[in-house]
């Protein structure tokens, strides 16, 4: 038998609904805006911390504010590669680097179709996302914007009032340059001209096949498991 939550109850489960949507989309902005330093303030601080991608997961809390360190190094560079290659463009010439701070990338990540569990205990909420992002920057191809679509799935935490990220996984189901067939290899090539934006990304510290990308000789990929009723995390 369901449980029966007063009016009460229902109206402070629907702010956490809200509040949850909340959080993990101020992770996405962060991410469109290369704010890694201000990442961490929304994942709990426990140490058992959870950040996912198709490749392996960032398990425990030294790993993931390690990927967050390393892709702020990596913006930092990249303007700074973006600074050099243009340096007489009228939009660079005379700024800073801090002025600059982020040129070169943007990463637009259209969240929809949510699907939030709240536990009975009101102490945790899960949820999952359908999304669709339009990843744009310089690389070694050249300025390049690939489409990213997947689901982000997340476990969500309170602590003293505030809810907090504990498990965060990014499931990509499309990742192919945009203007192009997703059934056929991409055309674009390395540019020696762009040789210097060879910009790794963070590896993670358990990798493994979590999730694969859509390709023609894909099995059948089960996608994420939608969150249920549950009691507690």
């Known amino acids: 038998m369901s449980k029966q939550y007063t009016a009460q109850e229902y109206a402070d489960r629907c702010m956490i609904i809200r509040e949850v949507q909340n959080v993990v989309g101020k992770v996405a902005h962060c991410d469109m805006l290369s704010d890694y330093d201000l990442s961490p303030n929304f994942w709990s601080r426990e140490e058992d911390i959870c950040l996912g991608f198709n490749n392996g997961y960032f398990k425990g809390r030294e790993a993931v504010l390690g990927y967050y360190a390393q892709k702020l190094e990596n913006a930092k560079k990249l303007t700074r590669l ?3 290659k ?6 660079v010439k005379g700024k800073t680097e801090a ?13 929809h179709t949510p699907i939030i569990e709240v536990a009975e205990d009101m102490q945790s909420a899960k949820a999952l996302w359908q999304f669709q992002a339009a990843d744009t920057r310089v690389t070694t191809k050249g300025p390049l914007s690939v489409w990213k679509i997947g689901y982000i799935a997340a476990d969500l935490v309170e602590e003293d009032g505030e ?33 210097a934006f060879q910009i790794d990304e963070p590896v993670p510290n358990v990798p ?3 999730y694969k990308a859509y390709s023609v000789d894909r099995p059948y990929q089960e996608p994420p498991r939608m969150p249920e009723p549950y009691t507690t995390l």
């Not at 243009?86 to 939009?91: G, Q, R």
């Not at 002025?99 to 969240?111: L, P």
């Open 163 to 195: 809810w907090k990220v504990k498990n965060l996984l990014y499931a990509v189901d499309i990742d192919h340059p945009c203007a192009e067939p997703w059934t056929e290899p991409s055309k674009y090539q390395d540019d020696p001209e762009y040789a």
């Open 82 to 84: 973006v600074m050099e």
């Open 99 to 111: 002025e600059m701070f982020g040129a070169g990338y943007v990463k637009g990540t259209d969240m």
């Open 86 to 91: 243009w340096a007489d463009h009228k939009d």
């Open 208 to 210: 493994c096949e979590v």
